[in-house]
């Protein structure tokens, strides 16, 4: 099995700092691509950002150059700094991974955390 476990969220004034982390455990081998998705009250899941495991990185236009991904494949964990929050960045986050190859080199694809809360506050 694996599982991914967020941490990180919480309550932050506008203009404040958040800096959400993900850790994937289990059997890993390889994670292709890990990412961050969000869904606020009535509103469908949206992408925040995604990164490969070669660094190549994905925004969502409404976070680019505040929020920044970042991942350390050795600990199959990934980040998300995000500054300059906005009480419209208000939503409970998801940790994703995709593509993951584990140890006994069966594939899984579209793994999600439990969520972690983000309240920005005007």
């Known amino acids: 099995q694996v599982q991914l476990v967020e941490s990180g969220g919480g309550l932050v004034q506008a203009g404040g700092s958040l800096r959400l982390s993900c850790a994937a455990s289990g059997n890993i081998f390889s994670i292709s691509v890990m990412g961050w998705y969000r869904q606020a009250p009535g509103k469908q899941r949206e992408l925040v950002a995604t990164m490969s495991s070669g660094g190549s990185t994905n925004y969502a236009d409404s976070v680019k150059g505040r929020f920044t991904i970042s991942r350390d494949n050795a600990k199959n964990t990934v980040y998300l700094q995000m500054n300059s929050l906005k009480p419209e960045d208000t939503a409970v986050y998801y940790c994703?991974?995709?593509?993951?190859?584990?140890?006994?080199?069966?594939?899984?694809?579209?793994?999600w955390g439990q969520g972690t809360q983000v309240t920005v506050s005007s």
């Open positions: 994703n991974a995709d593509r993951v190859l584990r140890s006994d080199y069966v594939r899984v694809y579209d793994i």
